[in-house]
């Protein structure tokens, strides 16, 4: 508790908010999904610091938002700059990077194009490329988002996302949070510049420049993306790791009791393997 931070950065592109905790001596970046188009982690270091406390005990986190400014026409691959320029003025580099979902797209680039900042790679639930699942679902919350409806995308990222099981209880509580307003934000301008920019996402014939260890975890009943994009990335990233969960959906970091698990394993294998020498924790 004593690292927590609530900070915020200037970049040449303009100003970002981060979260930073834990302890470990390793470095390990978030960069969370299209939901940041929603809200940012602007003073959420607390509830960040709660739901990952035992990635603390391995790693000092950072959790990045996008630019607060963000605008028409921003792809993935810009995303991934503001977030180099980030990390370059906080003095970050080689750091465990763990992108989910539209973070999983910022990721790639970020590891394609600013190596330094990477030294091992875990991409959840993402994409090279978009696909009939992909354009489908984020077609429909765009036309969502511009008429304002926010209780619809809740549902529909809830109906998504979670496998039949946690749906009977996600549902109705997503279903409650956008009858009531939580968490809706003034303007939805920053949402769907967001999930255009996902539309717009081609890292394919690229991922095989990826040179750090990497590991894909997907979900086979992903119903956003689809579990086939999580394997298209792994195939194309040279000896990449996957890890598909069976049954389970878009939101398999909430659900897979494991995933976790997943992350520290192999966030302290790839940075033992790279520094033998090095503390594991």
Partial sequence: MKRLKNGRIIIPS?????VRFGCGNRTLIMIPGVGDGLKTVKGMAVPFAFLYRRLAKHFTVYVFS????IQEGVTTRDMADDLNDALEMLEIRESVTVGVSQGGMIAQWLAINHPDKVSSLILVVTMARPNRTVQDTLCAWIEMAERGDYRSILIDTAERSYSEKKKRHAVPMYRFLGNIGIGRPKDFSRFIIQVKSCLTHDSYEALERIACPALVIGGSDDG????????????????????MYQGL???LHEEAKDFLDQV??????SDFARNPQGDRG
């Fill in 14 to 18: 303009g100003e970002t908010d981060y």
């Fill in 66 to 69: 996008r630019r607060n400014n």
């Fill in 224 to 243: 956003i993306l689809s579990g086939e994009a999580s394997i298209e990335v792994a195939e194309r990233i040279p000896e990449c790791r996957l890890k």
């Fill in 249 to 251: 959906s878009h939101g």
């Fill in 264 to 269: 520290i394993e192999f966030g302290n294998e």
